[in-house]
Nanobody
Framework: QVQLVESGGGLVQAGGSLRLSCTAS????????MGWFRQAPGKEREFVAA????????HYADFVKGRDTISRDNAKNTVYLQMNSLKPEDTAVYYC??????????????????WGQGTQVTVSS
């Protein structure tokens, strides 16, 4: 059974940083593309970042380019999202997800078949 557990969320002032972690069980993060999504109140869930399996190329939403970095530690079976220069509009629940074997478009919700429970990130102004 696949389980993804996020941690590292919290309350931070604008301009601050947070590092989110996603620890997996039941799958190897090195063998799947892994992604981070977020969902703010009243809004749809949206793509934030992803890292492919194998070579690990990375992809980012335009609104986090230059601020966020996705990475993984295969030994710890964990994926990270380092978030810098946080803004109030980054406030959301952040979700980790594991992609299907053949995922198509990596920033699409439909590319992912396993999801964590989410971790709240709140950025105060």
């Amino acid at each position: 059974q696949v389980q993804l557990v996020e941690s590292g969320g919290g309350l931070v002032q604008a301009g601050g940083s947070l590092r989110l972690s996603c620890t997996a069980s039941g799958l190897s993060v090195s063998s799947r593309a892994m992604g981070w999504f977020r969902q703010a109140p009243g809004k749809e869930r949206e793509f934030v970042a992803a890292i492919t399996r194998g070579g690990g190329s990375t992809h980012y939403a335009d609104f986090v380019k230059g601020r966020d970095t996705i990475s993984r530690d295969n030994a710890k079976n964990t994926v990270y999202l380092q978030m810098n220069s946080l803004k109030p509009e980054d406030t959301a629940v952040y979700y980790c997800a594991a992609a299907r074997t053949y995922y198509g478009v990596i920033y699409s919700l439909g590319a992912y078949d396993s999801w964590g429970q989410g971790t709240q990130v709140t950025v105060s102004s």
